[in-house]
C-alpha cells in the first residue's frame, strides 16, 4: 500500500467511543474474538442497554460479569463456556437458530444492528483485510452494520473466500500484534476411539465431510488417512484436518461444491492450523448461511455429517443444545448437516456420542428427554446413530425398532432398565403392550 496502514489505528478506547446506549453489536466469534475493543468496551461506565449478539466466543466475557446486566445484554446465537453461567443465571440470552439462518438475521433487519466488532487481518497492496478464522455470520454484520469497529492483527491469517473487508470500511481500528486463541487437541479416549473406529468404516472413498469440533470427529479424522480422494466442505474444521491434507487422503477431487479445494465457514483450532490456512487459496471461507445451505451441500457427492449429541430418546429424538433447561451449546448447524447429508447422493448423516454420561453413571439413551430438553435433530430427520457399541441406521424404521435398535448400542447396563422403561410407556389402560 502507498501508505502505512497502521498511521490510521487510535486506541481501543478511542476506537469504542463511538458505541452508544442502546444499540446493536455484533462480535466476532471463535478465534476471532476481538479482545481488545471487548476489553475497552467494558471499561466505560457510561452506557446501558447495549445489547451484544455473537456466536461462540473465545476468552473472557466481561460484558457478561454479575453486576453489568443494565449495560450490556449478551445475546448468544451458540453459546461456549463463557456465557453458559450467565445465562443459566439470566443475565444473558440465548437465541435457538440454525446457523444457516443467523446471517439472514442481519441481512433482513430482522436484527438491525449498529457496529459490528471484528478481528481481521492486515490490508493487503489493494487495501483488502480478511476476516481471516471466521467468516461465519460476520460476513452479513459487515456488510449491514452501520459503523465496523476492528481489530487489525498482524497474527490473524489472510484467508480466501467471500471474506474481504475493504480497510475504507472501517470506521477505526486499533492494531495489534497478539497470538489468536488456540484450541489445543485432548488426548483421546478409549470411548471416542471407539466410536472413531466405528464412524470411520461408514466412512467411503470419495466421500465429501462435515465434522465439528471435539473428541469424536477428531478420533473419526485421525482413522481416515487409508482412505482416498475424500473431499471438505463444512462449517469448520480444526488440525486433524491438516493430518489428512498431509497424508494424502483430503484431495477434494470428486467435490462438486468447490472441487479441488476446503471450503469452511470457521476454524478453531492451533497455531498449526492458522499457519495452514493463511494465504492458501486451496481453503475457502464462506458466509454459513451459504456453506449450510442444504441445497449447496446435497450437490457433493456421498456428503459424510458427523455431529454429536447430548442425549437421545429411543424414538430417535436428538438432543444437543441443552441439558434439560440449561443451555449448553446452540442448534448450530447440525440440522443444516443432517438434511443435507440425507439429501446427498450416497450420504450418510451421523450423530455420534457416548453411550453414557456422569462416568457411567447415567444413559445418554433414553425413553423420554429430560425436561426442557432441545430437539436439534428430529426423528424424522435422523439416520445413522453411534455409540461405542456399535451402529444403527434408524431412517425408515418405526418406533418399536428404532428402540430396539437404539437400545442394542446402549450401555449394556442400562439395556434391560430401558426396556422395561420402553415397555411401560407403551402400555395404555386397556391395551396390552407392543
Known amino acids: ?209 462435515q465434522m465439528g469440533i471435539g473428541g469424536i470427529p477428531d478420533a473419526v479424522l485421525s482413522r481416515l488417512h487409508g482412505k482416498r480422494d475424500l473431499g471438505i466442505h463444512t462449517e469448520m474444521f480444526s488440525d486433524r484436518v491438516v493430518d489428512l491434507v498431509e497424508s494424502g487422503a483430503v484431495t477434494n477431487r470428486n467435490k462438486v461444491v468447490g472441487p479441488g479445494r476446503i471450503v469452511t465457514s470457521f476454524v478453531n483450532g492451533t497455531r498449526r492450523l492458522f499457519d495452514f490456512v493463511h494465504d492458501n487459496p486451496l481453503v475457502a471461507f464462506y458466509p454459513c448461511d451459504w456453506t449450510n445451505d442444504t441445497s449447496v451441500i446435497r450437490k457433493n457427492p456421498k456428503v459424510v455429517a458427523i455431529n454429536s449429541a447430548l442425549q437421545i430418546d429411543l424414538s430417535g429424538q436428538v438432543c444437543a443444545d441443552s441439558i434439560g433447561h440449561r443451555i449448553y451449546s446452540g442448534i448450530g448447524g447440525q440440522m443444516d448437516f443432517i438434511r443435507g447429508a440425507a439429501l446427498s447422493k450416497g450420504g450418510k448423516p451421523i450423530i455420534a456420542l457416548p453411550a453414557t454420561a456422569a462416568r457411567g453413571t447415567v444413559s445418554r439413551l433414553v425413553v423420554q428427554l429430560n425436561a426442557g430438553a432441545g430437539v436439534v435433530t428430529t426423528r424424522g430427520h435422523v439416520h445413522w446413530v453411534v455409540t461405542e457399541y456399535g451402529a444403527v441406521n434408524l431412517h425408515g424404521k418405526s418406533l418399536r425398532e428404532r428402540g430396539e435398535a437404539l437400545i442394542s448400542i446402549a450401555h449394556p447396563d442400562f439395556r434391560a432398565e430401558l426396556r422395561r422403561e420402553l415397555t411401560a410407556a407403551r402400555t395404555f389402560p386397556g391395551r396390552p403392550a407392543a
Open 1 to 209: 500500500m502507498p501508505f502505512s496502514w497502521k498511521s490510521r489505528a487510535v486506541s481501543a478506547a478511542d476506537a469504542v467511543a463511538a458505541v452508544g446506549s442502546g444499540q446493536r453489536i455484533f462480535v466476532h466469534g471463535a478465534c476471532a474474538t476481538p479482545a481488545p475493543l471487548l476489553d475497552a468496551l467494558c471499561a466505560r461506565r457510561d452506557l446501558a442497554d447495549v445489547r451484544l449478539y455473537h456466536l461462540h466466543t473465545a476468552g473472557p466475557a466481561p460484558f457478561a460479569s454479575p453486576g453489568r446486566e443494565n449495560e450490556f445484554r449478551s445475546v448468544s446465537l451458540f453459546t461456549g463456556a463463557p456465557l453458559r453461567q450467565a445465562i443459566a443465571d439470566a443475565r444473558a440470552d440465548y437465541v435457538p437458530i440454525f446457523l444457516s439462518d443467523i446471517p439472514g438475521l442481519f441481512l433482513s433487519g430482522t436484527v438491525p444492528l449498529d457496529v459490528a466488532f471484528l478481528q481481521l487481518s492486515p490490508p493487503d497492496s489493494h487495501g483488502l483485510c480478511s476476516l481471516g478464522t471466521s467468516c461465519d455470520a460476520a460476513r452479513a454484520a459487515a456488510d449491514t452494520a452501520r459503523l465496523v469497529i476492528a481489530e487489525i492483527n498482524e497474527q490473524m491469517p489472510r484467508t480466501h473466500g467471500n471474506n474481504v473487508i475493504p480497510l475504507d470500511r472501517v470506521h477505526a481500528f486499533v492494531a495489534t500484534d497478539r497470538p489468536l486463541v488456540e484450541h489445543h487437541l485432548e488426548p483421546e479416549t478409549s470411548v471416542e476411539a471407539r466410536i472413531g473406529e466405528l464412524v470411520a468404516g461408514l466412512v467411503e472413498d470419495g466421500s465429501t465431510l
